[in-house]
């Protein structure tokens, strides 16, 4: 049975039709084949590379997680909005206020065809959008360089680009893996319910001072 809030666009693409759904249940990613599409390269390892961290992922309460997926069955692009885990600083700002769209990955026969943008639209399009802070971290060495031939700080452009298509911006922060790398980044957008006195408590959360 398909979640309430499921909703499923369908992309033309030179490779054929792709389908981008989102709260895929366990029993719907199963059905899929993912191997094929997402395999690792000499300098690349997708952060995801088992279809059994999907299904995981959307066994746990809130989580969205949205496919891309040929006719035949095969996963092409895959993107996450959970929790963040409890060792997190984001946690503490207390009652599950924010949510993280933790990846956003399309294989690399399917990338620039817009894929990307309708997984992070289907991804965001949660019921509580407006009561939460969703946020991403960019990690530079999470990316694949190899395979876009670009360097990191035009791909760290092109994910700003991405992301302020849903409302996402930048926002500065002293999470040590971010400040890392200069390239690396921290986005959010904030829901229009959120108080002045969350907000301020997020800027404290960001430089670890609550």
Request: hydrophobic share 35%; proline share 5%; with cysteine.
């Amino acid at each position: 049975m398909a979640h309430k809030h499921q909703k499923r666009i369908v992309r033309v693409t030179e490779q054929g039709n792709l389908t981008v759904c989102s709260f895929c249940s366990p029993e719907e990613i199963s059905a899929l084949s993912f191997r094929e599409t997402f395999t690792k390269y000499a300098r690349y390892n997708p952060i995801i590379s088992e279809k059994e961290t999907l299904i995981r992922s959307a066994s746990k309460t809130g989580t969205n997680v949205t496919l891309a997926f040929t006719d035949s069955g095969k996963i092409a692009g895959f993107g996450i909005l959970e929790y963040p885990h409890p060792d997190e600083r984001w946690v503490r700002l207390g009652d599950r206020l924010m949510m993280e769209v933790s990846v956003i990955e399309v294989s690399r026969p399917w990338r620039s065809s817009g894929i990307a943008r309708d997984i992070l639209r289907l991804v965001t399009d949660h019921p509580l959008r407006e009561d939460r802070i969703f946020y991403m971290v960019g990690y530079s060495w999470t990316w694949d360089l190899d395979g876009t031939g670009i360097p990191p700080m035009t791909y760290r452009d092109m994910m700003i680009r991405l992301f302020s298509t849903c409302g996402f911006e930048i926002f500065q922060t002293n999470e040590p893996n971010i400040m890392m790398r200069p390239e690396n980044l921290f986005m959010a957008r904030i829901g229009s319910s959120i108080t002045d006195e969350i907000q301020k408590q997020f800027k404290l959360v960001r430089f670890n001072l609550d």
